[in-house]
């Protein structure tokens, strides 16, 4: 058996050498895979080549390269931070199940990050999201990480949009079309739709970003109604907190919230605090967007005070849903970002939005950038 594994435990004891010596150590604000990293990663892997590796020695491997990443090659000390972790049992497999936030200063960076970890051993699959992922080993999850961006610096010259698309779940076939679109949308998927399964399963698939848009209870409920698992301001913190892990089970790749109707339960400030307290127990990492379905909605301050990564519409783009006045909103949108350099605008998934969208698309100025979710939050 070890005579099999010779030319690849020889292989792997060259490459460590070779990127331990080959150049001196770098600086601290170095590149996320710098040469200390890389020589980590091959070490690693060499460590658990010759000792055939097993479940527990293969989780301890990945524990270790997040531990020494944050120790040895990191400026911050809180570069890894845990969230959450729980005693799982499978089988006869008893493991520690950790949910963590990581900081990167790019989305490349953590993909190069996850692919590193994924690169230790055969036996570890990464299934990725937007700015989040799941590590596994023998098809057992092990870790959830979060990626925590931080903040960039803002052009001058370039001004930047989101557009996030509400509705998602009740039309699969509009969705795809959707996502042929050239620019980089961001889908809110309601958690109890009849297609939202299918929905949220091709929106993995493409890594698109992806929030929750969470039925709430509106001005003139039950007349008006905001469809499956809304909250209500009549629910207690527990069976709001019910309904929050439902959604977050649903919609499993969401990076953030927004509200579906709730001009009624965002003004309610103790239903909002149940609200957010739940999100914070499962997801603390999710961004708030408050759509602001009323003007004295309690949602983005409420958000901003519990230290929350929280953003407001600035515009709706299809009230009237024309393709004419959808692209004049969408120009209205535009001109929202050039004057205060970002926004955020709210359609829906319509045949009218989909149209004016592919003809902005086309028209928008050209320092005018259209960002998912995830980026926006980089912007300072």
Known sequence: MLNNRLPYLLTLMLCYLLHSMSTPLYATNTPLLSQEVRSMM??????????????????????????RYTTEYTLADNTVRLISSERKKKENLSYLWQ?????????????????????LSPRITVKKYSSSCTL??????????????????QSTKSKYLTIIIDDVGENYQLLKDFTTMPIKLTFAVWPFASQTKSSVHHLQTLQASTIIHFPMEPVGYPKV????????????????????????LAVP???????????????????????????MKFRPSLYIVDSLTHPKSLLFSTAQRLQYTTF???IFIDNI???????QALYKAQRIAQKYGKAIAIGHLAPTTLSALKEFAKQKDSNLFIIPLERYAMLQ
């Open 225 to 248: 109604n905001p469809g499956n698992g809304a909250l209500l301001t009549t629910m207690s913190a527990q069976q709001i907190e019910q309904q929050v892990h439902k959604a977050l």
């Open 312 to 314: 407001s519409r600035s």
């Open 136 to 153: 596994y080993i023998d098809d057992i999850p092990t870790h959830s990480i979060h990626a925590h961006i931080t903040k960039l610096a």
């Open 321 to 327: 849903r024309t393709v004419e006045d959808t692209l």
């Open 42 to 67: 091959y070490a690693i892997q060499y460590s658990l080549a010759i000792q055939h590796p097993s479940f527990s020695n293969t989780l301890d491997a990945i524990d270790t390269f997040l531990a």
């Open 253 to 279: 790749n969401a990076i953030g919230i927004n509200n579906h109707m709730g001009s009624l339960f965002t003004t309610n400030r103790t239903s909002i605090e149940f609200f957010l307290h739940s999100v």
């Open 99 to 119: 949910e963590l936030a990581v900081t990167f200063s790019s989305l490349d960076e953590f993909h190069i990050f996850i692919t590193a970890i994924h690169s």
